[in-house]
T-cell receptor
C-alpha cells in the first residue's frame, strides 16, 4: 500500500495563478482532510470530507476550494494564489487500524508551496 | 471552543535521559482523543501515541508514554532513554467531532550527545 500520496511535492506560483493539489489514498478510508502548516506552527484544517460526496469547511477555508472526486481522491484548489498561502500542505485520511480501538489519521508527505 | 496548548517552544535533553513534553487541552466534550505526532526535519508527520478520554490506563508505545491527567486536562508526552534520532518537532493534537484534529504550536526537541 502506498498510503496517502500527494502531488506535487514542491510548487512555486506567482500571485494570481491557480493550481490544484492532488491527494489520493489507497486504504479505503471514508474521511479525508487538508491541512496547512505555516513556519513554526502546528497544522490548521482547511477543508475536510467525511465521506464521498461531502465536503465541509475547517478553520482556514478562505481562498481554497476542494473536490472529493471519489473515495480515493481529494483535491485542493487555489483559484488565485496569494503570498499568504505560502505554506506546506498536508493531506490526510482517517481510518481504523485493525488491531487498534481508535481511528488514526494517516498523513501524506506534504506539498511545499511558495507564492511570489 | 476546543484548544490545545503547548507552552514549550524548545527543549533540550541529554542522550539516554528522559524528557517530558507538555500539552494541555480544553474541551467541553466528554468524549475526545489526544494524539502526539513527531515531525522530523524531513517534514513528514509520524504518529506516536493515542489516548482516549475514557481509557483507564495511560497509553504506552515503546519508549513513548502519555501522562494523562484528566482533571488537569493535560496529556504530557514522556520519551524515555532519548536518542539522537528523537530530535524533531513534536505536536499534540485533539480529535474534534468528525475526526478533525486541532494541533498545538509544537515543541522542538533537541537531543544532545
Amino acid at each position: 500500500n502506498a498510503g496517502v500520496t500527494q502531488t506535487p511535492k514542491f510548487q512555486v506560483l506567482k500571485t494570481g495563478q491557480s493550481m490544484t493539489l492532488q491527494c489520493a489514498q489507497d486504504m479505503n478510508h471514508n474521511s479525508m482532510y487538508w491541512y496547512r502548516q505555516d513556519p513554526g506552527m502546528g497544522l490548521r484544517l482547511i477543508y475536510y470530507s467525511a465521506s464521498e460526496g461531502t465536503t465541509d469547511k475547517g478553520e482556514v477555508p478562505n481562498g481554497y476550494n476542494v473536490s472529493r472526486l471519489n473515495k480515493r481522491e481529494f483535491s485542493l484548489r487555489l483559484e488565485s494564489a496569494a503570498p499568504s498561502q505560502t505554506s506546506v500542505y498536508f493531506c490526510a485520511s482517517r481510518g481504523r487500524v485493525l488491531s487498534l480501538s481508535y481511528n488514526e489519521q494517516f498523513f501524506g508527505p506534504g506539498t511545499r508551496l511558495t507564492v511570489l | 471552543a476546543q484548544k490545545i496548548t503547548q507552552t514549550q517552544p524548545g527543549m533540550f535533553v541529554q542522550e539516554k535521559e528522559a524528557v517530558t513534553l507538555d500539552c494541555t487541552y480544553d474541551t467541553s466534550d466528554p468524549s475526545y482523543g489526544l494524539f502526539w505526532y513527531k515531525q522530523p526535519s524531513s517534514g513528514e508527520m509520524i504518529f506516536l501515541i493515542y489516548q482516549g478520554s475514557y481509557d483507564q490506563q495511560n497509553a504506552t508505545e515503546g519508549r513513548y508514554s502519555l501522562n494523562f491527567q484528566k482533571a488537569r486536562k493535560s496529556a504530557n508526552l514522556v520519551i524515555s532513554a532519548s536518542q539522537l534520532g528523537d530530535s524533531a518537532m513534536y505536536f499534540c493534537a485533539m480529535r474534534e467531532p468528525g475526526g478533525k484534529l486541532i494541533f498545538g504550536q509544537g515543541t522542538t526537541l533537541q537531543v544532545k550527545p
